[in-house]
């Protein structure tokens, strides 16, 4: 995991907000991992408004990360989301959190401890073979 990025309560995601999180991603990268962007990023996202707005694009372009592209008629979730967020709701289950910052701190603890090839596999699912 190079970037958990949870939104503020009460916050919607913008083309202005996704262009933060995207530099937040790539300092990220340049950080933990800095022959991946040599290499190249490649990102999945949605076909959602912030996505495909003008400044995103260019940004993205700029940079010269390359876009999974995401058919217009596909379901809401990517195929990612599976992958991620059902074994993250099992082991959530049925825990009992005081408040938000206790539940962004298990989060937070669960993905840290996830091996690097549960990521992995959840590439290789995404791929049409």
């Known amino acids: 995991m190079i970037l958990l990025d949870i ?14 999180t995207l530099v937040r991603l790539r300092h990220a990268v340049r950080r933990k991992r800095p022959g991946l962007l040599r290499r190249g990023v490649v990102l999945q996202h949605d ?8 400044r995103p694009k260019e940004w993205l372009e700029r940079y010269r990360w390359d876009i ?15 992958h991620l967020f059902g074994p993250l709701k099992r082991h959530l289950g049925s825990k009992k959190f005081d408040g938000e910052d ?5 989060i937070r603890d669960w993905f840290s401890k996830l091996d690097a090839n549960f990521f992995t596999l959840g590439i290789y699912s995404l791929l049409p073979w």
């Open 7 to 20: 939104l503020p309560k009460g916050e919607r995601v913008n083309a202005d907000r996704y262009c933060e």
């Open 47 to 54: 076909n959602a408004n912030p996505h495909t707005a003008k």
């Open 68 to 82: 999974i592209p995401h058919l217009a008629h596909s379901p809401d979730l990517a195929l990612s989301d599976f």
């Open 102 to 106: 206790e539940l962004i701190d298990e």
